[in-house]
């Protein structure tokens, strides 16, 4: 993934249809959790608001990833914004109709292109069955981070800590959600000492869930320190 001239940025977009290809039908390809089907759609026509998955896989039924569901992890996925598929944050913008999503009128285009992150957030939480009164960690508050957050409170998570090293990020996380706690992250600070301040946070349990979404070694090495003890006595009592 090198770039090697102009590069168009961000796969978070929503907007509205001006053309149609001729290929465009009623149906488009679905994958569902239980593997690849058919699902009706919406027929997509001029004039309709859509939001984009960025991701486009390649659909072959000799792709064990695409065959079973998992189509986010195909290897010869064509994500827009990695080179050498330039980025959706353009006037104009083409892309395949099985991979745009309808929205309904009471959602903006604000809230259309956040559905990409949203969706992101989501199978995390899901993934961790987050649940009522589960204390979580969340490693940094940019835009997965702070809809990460958002999904969480909505699971009932209790307590709620976020990272970040920007105090204004942390600002719209307590307003976002106001019972969060928020720790400062100082470039300075080694992980094991800012797991020790986080774990402070944790009540007696202890962190039960760490949700990564900075992607920087120190946060990741954090969140895993956070989590070290708990591990050690979940896999020792097994």
Same mark, same amino acid.
């Given at each position: ?39 009706? @759609? ?17 659909? +072959? ?10 189509? &986010?992890?195909? $290897?010869?996925? =064509? ?22 999503? +309808?929205?309904?009128? &009471? ?6 292109? /956040? ?6 957030? /989501? ?5 961790? &069955? ?12 940019? $835009? ?10 909505? @699971? ?27 720790? +400062? ?24 869930? @760490? /949700? ?14 956070? =989590? ?11």
């Amino acid at each position: 993934m090198v770039v090697r001239g102009e590069h168009g940025l961000g796969h978070e977009s929503a907007g509205t249809i001006i053309k149609l290809g001729p290929g465009v039908t009623t149906f488009k390809v679905g994958m569902l959790s239980h593997g690849p089907t058919f699902r009706h @759609a919406n027929l997509l026509t001029l004039g309709d608001r859509v939001a984009i998955e960025p991701g486009v896989p390649c659909s +072959k039924p000799t792709c064990y990833y695409c065959r079973t569901g998992r189509y &986010n992890a195909c $290897p010869d996925v =064509q994500f827009y914004s990695t080179p050498p598929y330039a980025g959706t944050l353009t006037r104009y913008h083409a892309h395949p109709a099985s991979w745009l999503h +309808k929205l309904p009128d &009471n959602i903006s285009f604000e809230e259309g292109a /956040l559905l990409e992150p949203l969706s992101v957030a /989501l199978a995390a939480v899901t993934r961790a &069955n987050l649940s009522l009164g589960m204390s979580t960690l969340i490693c940094g508050a940019g $835009p997965v981070g702070l809809v990460t957050l958002l999904c969480a409170s909505a @699971a009932g998570c209790e307590p709620l800590i976020i990272t970040d090293l920007d105090q204004g990020r942390l600002g719209w996380a307590t307003k976002l959600v106001p019972r969060v706690k928020t720790v +400062k992250v100082e470039k300075e600070d080694n992980p094991k000492d800012l797991a020790e301040k986080i774990k402070a946070f944790g009540g007696d349990e202890g962190i039960q869930c @760490a /949700l990564e979404c900075t992607g920087v070694e120190s946060s990741v090495a954090s969140a895993i320190y956070v =989590q070290s003890l708990l591990n050690f006595e979940l896999t020792s009592s097994l």
